[in-house]
């Protein structure tokens, strides 16, 4: 049995047949006949959470670790929107989602009737595309528009990349009626199957491009977030080899490699007037998402290299750097394995010093890097440091915005960790409830960084029956929005700090207990390593390391920081 609704009934069944094997669904009473079918349908695991923000951003997190679209259900009015900041991260991150909202009939739309809002695309423009099913499919065309459209939009959800897709789904009353489902019958909505495609550089293109980068003495690859594949980072290596070429990775890159430039902010905090002429980039090359260095992107605003070529399969034009020249519609993945093998043939700058530069930056900047943290104080960047030393390999770490995203750049990473962090808004409001559906979805160790106001705002994230004990969390408490302690402007006047700051007032320790999780508090270097022993030991629930550290001296370490370590 399933919804006596067409719509419904057949939205879940083509949903299963087009592989959606995860429907994230919070109460509602208008979303009743989505309930029915979805939960009826065989296939599909449905998971109840409650609050809609939360709901959103744990299935963003199960389906950027599944890297398939995860269905979201909820009931009609004010729910949906509360999608909206979890949509537009998914939209910007590329994340495949087919986000399903019941709706009252449009007739009642404006007069007064209870939870029915100009519902109709009211997630544009963050969806890559919005539906709206037929209410009435009495008859055999209706069903046909009804089957098209959902057909469409579960395939809009991964071609031609991954992101959102809304269906709004109208039901008039009555909503909890069942029917014999219509698989196999002639009423049945008909399964279009999407066929895979790969673009590729038309030959004479690529010769072009190839006889371009071959003859350039300076080029940067600066790569953005994403997780890409060991072919990849194979091809960037060889590139890397040339003396012409650098390569540049964050964390959220998941490219490191010794051969590249790992620690972007830390190397070019030393970057000035006398050695920016060997490093400024003649070619750049970007793929990938959003760069979390905001030091980067100023430097290359500035230095406007000649020729910027971005690579992205959906062309969308980043002009990031106010210099793009090129945008090369292909998967990053094509584009090197055409180009690589045949610019390394053709490649003629040995006598280029570019990627020598990089390197000799890196190496003195790590130097000092090192000195300045055998001295510094218990603080955040001390705090990070241990963690970069002591989280177990292989470890999925989550990083919260905006401070955790910013220091994980400043270490080496040689862990094998996977990064992942909120990007493509940076905004605070899911960080938590994101990493809760991603340890959910892989249960696999995964580790939150976050600070005390994102994990505060967040904390409906623990309001959800489905919590992984693999799931570790850190608290890096210093006292509210610690990062505006150091960006330029807000730390300048003390009457203005706490609306920027914000302290947040609560007590994380019984925020924490509320919820029933572990808890374990450090203030020191020495309760911190044994904090990060005692998180990674075994929990039945997930486990919370509350660290605490100064508001004012953090920013004041992490200044001087960056003053050493651009002194030559």
């Not at 995964?446 to 850190?474: M, Q, R």
Request: overall charge negative; glycine content about 6%.
């Amino acid at each position: 049995m399933t919804s006596d609704h067409y719509s419904a009934a057949e939205l879940a069944r083509l949903c299963a047949a087009k592989g959606v094997k995860h429907a994230v669904i919070s109460p509602g009473s208008r979303s009743a006949p989505l309930v029915i079918a979805f939960t009826r349908q065989e296939g599909i695991e449905c998971l109840r959470v409650i609050d809609e923000r939360s709901a959103a951003f744990f299935a963003l997190g199960m389906a950027q670790q599944l890297h398939a679209p995860v269905a979201l259900i909820c009931t009609s009015g004010s729910a949906v929107l509360n999608y909206g900041p979890a949509i537009a991260e998914a939209f910007y991150q590329r994340v495949p989602l087919l986000v399903i909202t019941a709706d009252r009939p449009e007739e009642w739309v404006d007069q007064g009737e209870g939870q029915a809002i100009r519902q109709e695309g009211a997630l544009l423009p963050h969806v890559k595309k919005s539906v709206q099913l037929p209410r009435s499919t009495g008859d055999h065309l209706s069903r046909w528009h009804c089957g098209r459209l959902i057909n469409e939009a579960i395939d809009h959800t991964l071609l031609p990349v991954p992101g959102p897709v809304q269906v709004n789904v109208p039901f008039a009353e009555p909503l909890y009626g069942q029917a014999p489902s219509l698989s196999g019958t002639a009423d049945a909505a008909r399964f279009i199957a999407p066929v895979m495609t790969e673009s590729f550089i038309l030959p004479e293109h690529a010769r072009w491009l190839i006889g371009q980068f071959a003859a350039c003495r300076k080029v940067m690859v600066l790569i953005g977030q994403g997780v890409w594949s060991d072919g990849l980072r194979k091809q960037l290596r060889q590139l890397a080899a040339l003396p012409q070429v650098s390569v540049h990775t964050e964390a959220t890159s998941n490219l490191d490699d010794p051969a590249f430039i790992t620690t972007i902010d830390r190397v070019i905090a030393a970057v000035d007037e006398r050695n920016e002429k060997d490093l400024r980039p003649e070619l750049l090359i970007t793929f990938g998402g959003a760069v979390v260095s905001k030091r980067i992107r100023t430097l290359l605003r500035k230095w406007k290299p000649a020729q910027h070529w971005h690579v992205d399969a959906a062309q969308r034009h980043f002009d990031t750097y106010q210099s793009l020249t090129h945008d090369i519609a292909v998967n990053p993945e094509v584009f090197f394995a055409q180009l690589t093998e045949a610019v390394v043939a053709a490649s003629r700058s040995e006598d280029s010093f570019y990627g020598e530069a990089w390197r000799m930056m890196d190496q003195s900047t790590r130097s000092r890097h090192e000195r300045i943290l055998a001295s510094a104080p218990f603080c955040d960047l001390a705090v990070f440091n241990t963690l970069n030393d002591r989280i177990p390999n292989g470890t999925a770490i989550h990083l919260a915005n905006s401070t955790p995203a910013r220091y994980a750049q400043l270490f080496d990473r040689v862990r094998g960790h996977q990064w992942f962090g909120n990007r493509g808004t940076s905004g605070i409001d899911g960080c938590t409830s994101t990493a809760v559906g991603a340890a959910f979805a892989t249960q696999r160790t995964t580790t939150l960084i976050t600070g005390d106001t994102a994990f505060c705002y967040d904390s409906n994230a623990f309001w959800n029956g489905h919590l992984s004990p693999e799931l570790k969390v850190i608290v890096i408490d210093n006292g509210g929005g610690n990062i505006f302690r150091f960006i330029e402007g807000p730390d300048t006047d003390a009457q203005l700090l706490p609306w920027f700051e914000a302290p947040h007032g609560r007590d994380i320790a019984k925020l924490v207990k509320s919820f029933d999780l572990p808890y374990h508090h450090a203030h020191d270097q020495a309760s911190l390593e044994t904090g990060v022993d005692w998180l990674y030991g075994a929990h039945d629930r997930p486990a919370v390391l509350h660290i605490t550290t100064d508001a004012a001296i953090s920013p004041q370490v992490l200044r001087e920081y960056f003053k050493q370590l651009s002194v030559a």
